[in-house]
């Protein structure tokens, strides 16, 4: 329902915000920043870290890693993307305090940035809305666009986590978008070895599929170590 170019916006802006509280109390911002770690620790330390934020939603992503660099000590750039007008209009809301994000418009299906305009590129909670194909083409591009390497980061699907999610959903909230998507997405959602075998189909490497609390996955290649 999320992805309709008519939906409701007081249904959009609630599943926004559950979606932020799901991402930070339920491993979605820990995980995320933990597979991260290693590439911001890898980049050039004597300029900003350069970051792509791909399906950036209402921003929460990009917001936790802004926050993150600055308890490094590590300026960052950060561009945030997506093709939802009601979506990045929410997101600039929640960033404006954030001088290191920058909000775009762009469709990831046809990203026109430069080879290796980014030191890395970030993908979360995205990759269920697209088919598998349109995944090996993302992971092309994420691993095109970065110099050090990328995370994707997305639900892992199984019953338990259909099954948590229903109850999840049914206890903490009455929105009718939420509680569709949730379950939308997770039937949408790929396993762990259907994520490496389109990593392999990409031809993008040396990368590792790992799991993650709470239902996650990530995909991450780390390209280079700069000393």
């Known amino acids: 329902?999320?992805?309709?170019?008519?939906?409701?916006?007081?249904?959009?802006?609630?599943?926004?915000?559950?979606?932020?509280?799901?991402?930070?109390?339920?491993?979605?911002?820990?995980?995320?920043?933990?597979?991260?770690?290693?590439?911001?620790?890898?980049?050039?330390?004597?300029?900003?870290?350069?970051?792509?934020?791909?399906?950036?939603?209402?921003?929460?992503?990009?917001i936790a890693l802004v926050e993150f660099c600055r308890t490094l000590g590590r300026p960052v750039s950060l561009?945030?993307?997506?093709?939802?007008?009601?979506?990045?209009?929410?997101?600039?809301?929640?960033?404006?305090?954030?001088?290191?994000?920058?909000?775009?418009?762009?469709?990831?299906?046809?990203?026109?940035?430069?080879e290796r305009s980014f030191d890395v590129t970030l993908c979360s909670l995205t990759a269920h809305h697209f088919t598998e194909g349109e995944v090996v083409v993302l992971l092309q591009e994420m691993d095109r666009l970065s110099r050090v390497g990328f995370v994707l980061n997305d639900l892992s699907r199984s019953y338990l986590a259909l099954a948590a999610a229903w109850i999840y959903t049914r206890v903490t909230t009455t929105n009718i978008m939420t509680r569709t998507d949730a379950i939308a997405s997770l039937f949408a959602a790929f396993t762990r070895a259907e994520l490496a075998a389109m990593a392999v189909a990409a031809g993008v490497r040396p990368v590792t599929v790992s799991r993650s609390p709470m239902f996650r996955l990530n995909v991450v290649l780390e390209r280079q170590r700069v000393s």
Do not use: C, H, W
């Open 1 to 62: 329902m999320i992805d309709l170019p008519d939906a409701d916006p007081e249904l959009l802006r609630g599943e926004l915000r559950n979606l932020r509280k799901i991402n930070r109390y339920f491993g979605g911002l820990s995980s995320v920043r933990k597979a991260l770690l290693p590439l911001i620790l890898s980049s050039e330390p004597s300029r900003p870290l350069e970051v792509l934020d791909l399906g950036t939603g209402s921003g929460d992503q990009a």
């Open 79 to 114: 561009t945030a993307l997506d093709n939802n007008e009601a979506v990045l209009s929410e997101a600039r809301r929640q960033t404006e305090a954030f001088p290191e994000i920058r909000v775009e418009r762009g469709d990831l299906r046809a990203l026109s940035y430069a």
